[in-house]
T-cell receptor, first 113, second 113 residues
Framework: AQSVSQHNHHVILSEAASLELGCNYS??????LFWYVQYPGQHLQLLLK??????LVKGIKGFEAEFIKSKFSFNLRKPSVQWSDTAEYFC???????????FGKGTTLSVSS | SAVISQKPSRDICQRGTSLTIQCQVD?????MFWYRQQPGQSLTLIAT?????????ESGFVIDKFPISRPNLTFSTLTVSNMSPEDSSIYLC??????????FGPGTRLTVL
């Protein structure tokens, strides 16, 4: 069965620090990859997505992610975090167009000002 | 983007009762999805709701406990039956747009006493 692993359960950073959240998936075929963010008290929002093409994708709010097929990874990065980035981050995989997503367990990011 | 609404936004229910959650989307879609997010956990797919056919349930979820209706292409309901405190979760519906991108509703926060 497919699975998604997010290595960091809770990350604590100071403002302006760089961020990298790991995500690995287990599926041998073609996949679509997503990062979602859930700010406190709010619903899920799409940060960025990868379907095909350039493996480095840019999303909203300065986030980017790199798809490395050989490593089955899709790590999320941001060069300089802000206090407002404090949220829960979920990596998700979709193995067929239009189908449901398989989510990782999520990473809680806490940014101190 | 998509506009997805859910009712109720939250509820507190007694053990043994049932709650029906409604999900309305702003355009016609073939597939809608229902997820559960237990406290401190990631999202888990409950079922896929196709219009005109029976819902497809994931392992660990059964129709008797989570009956789903899909009367038309813009509406679906999920019922949580014979509730217990373990059913306390956020329940989310979602839809796919543009082939692959999935949008989520705001969720229904259910507390079972």
């Amino acid at each position: 069965a497919q699975s998604v692993s997010q290595h960091n359960h809770h990350v604590i950073l100071s403002e302006a620090a760089s961020l990298e959240l790991g995500c690995n998936y287990s599926y041998g075929g073609t996949v679509n990859l997503f990062w979602y963010v859930q700010y406190p008290g709010q619903h899920l929002q799409l940060l960025l997505k990868y379907f095909s093409g350039d493996p480095l994708v840019k999303g909203i709010k300065g986030f980017e992610a790199e798809f490395i097929k050989s490593k089955f990874s899709f790590n999320l990065r941001k060069p300089s975090v802000q206090w407002s980035d404090t949220a829960e981050y979920f990596c998700a995989v979709q193995n067929q167009a239009g189908t449901a997503l398989i989510f990782g367990k999520g990473t809680t990011l806490s940014v101190s000002s | 983007s998509a506009v997805i609404s859910q009712k109720p936004s939250r509820d507190i229910c007694q053990r043994g009762t049932s709650l029906t959650i409604q999900c309305q989307v702003d355009s016609q879609v073939t597939m809608m999805f229902w997820y559960r997010q237990q406290p401190g956990q990631s999202l888990t797919l409950i079922a896929t709701a196709n219009q005109g056919s029976e819902a497809t349930y994931e392992s660990g979820f059964v129709i008797d406990k989570f009956p789903i209706s899909r009367p038309n292409l813009t509406f679906s309901t999920l019922t949580v039956s014979n509730m217990s405190p373990e059913d306390s979760s956020i329940y989310l519906c979602s839809q796919t747009r543009g082939g692959n991108e999935q949008f989520f509703g705001p969720g229904t926060r259910l507390t079972v006493l």
